[in-house]
């Protein structure tokens, strides 16, 4: 089955410590993304990244770090820095190339995480 | 600037209902036009992709868009109670054929009476 994988699904972290969300696609897709969802919110996006070892901020992007080693792989590491963790996060995955059909995001699971 | 403005809701309508979901947005640069379907404590689902003004139809979906009213619209016929869920609209503007994130809407909350 193709499909985007997010683990874990809930993740529960004290202050002060950093921690490290999991997004693994088998879908070929060049793109991935991450965005996050608080109550009542749409997603806003945290970070992007168009290609393996590049990656460019999103709208919210302090507190958080990101790496492209692989492309199937794009880990979220949200860090002490974040001053309002507890969220739902989302990945997500697309297509590159042209814009149009084709080049859609497709999203997983998501985790919820919450800080104690 | 990224704003998009869509009504929570709550929207509860009798099953068999015609739903009309609503998105309007500021920026004219926006190009590329979503509708996802999120249940609740899951990831958004796909559920229709416009990139240009006039209607598009999928099934029981219809998605509507009006670039010169910066208005979208997504209907749904013969509404079930499996509707139940979150929807929400996303929008993108062109980026030349790279990667560039959503800008969403806060969802609609769906209700679908039994």
């Known amino acids: 089955d193709g499909g985007i994988t997010q683990s874990p699904k809930y993740l529960f972290r004290k202050e002060g410590q950093n921690v490290t969300l999991s997004c693994e696609q088998n879908?070929?897709?060049?793109?991935m993304y991450w965005y996050r969802q608080d109550p009542g919110q749409g997603l806003r996006l945290i970070y992007y990244s168009q290609i393996v070892n590049d990656f460019q901020k999103g709208d919210i992007a302090e507190g958080y770090s990101v790496s492209r080693e692989k492309k199937e792989s794009f880990p979220l590491t949200v860090t002490s820095a974040q001053k309002n963790p507890t969220a739902f996060y989302l990945c997500a995955s697309s297509r590159q190339g042209a814009q149009g059909p084709g080049t859609e995001q497709f999203f997983g699971p998501g985790t919820r995480l919450t800080v104690l | 600037q990224k704003e998009v403005e869509q009504d929570p809701g709550p929207l509860s309508v009798p099953e068999g209902a015609i739903v009309s979901l609503n998105c309007t947005y500021s920026?004219?640069?926006?190009?590329?036009f979503m509708w996802y379907r999120q249940y609740s404590r899951k990831g958004p689902e796909l559920l229709m992709y416009t990139y240009s003004s006039g209607n598009k139809e999928d099934g029981r979906f219809t998605a509507q868009v009006d670039k010169s009213s910066k208005y979208i619209s997504l209907f749904i016929r013969d509404s079930q109670p499996s509707d139940s869920a979150t929807y929400l609209c996303a929008m993108r503007m062109y980026s030349g054929g790279g990667a560039d994130g959503l800008t969403f809407g806060k969802g609609t909350h769906l209700i679908i009476q039994p």
């Open positions: 879908l070929n897709h060049d793109a």
């Open positions: 920026n004219s640069a926006f190009q590329y």
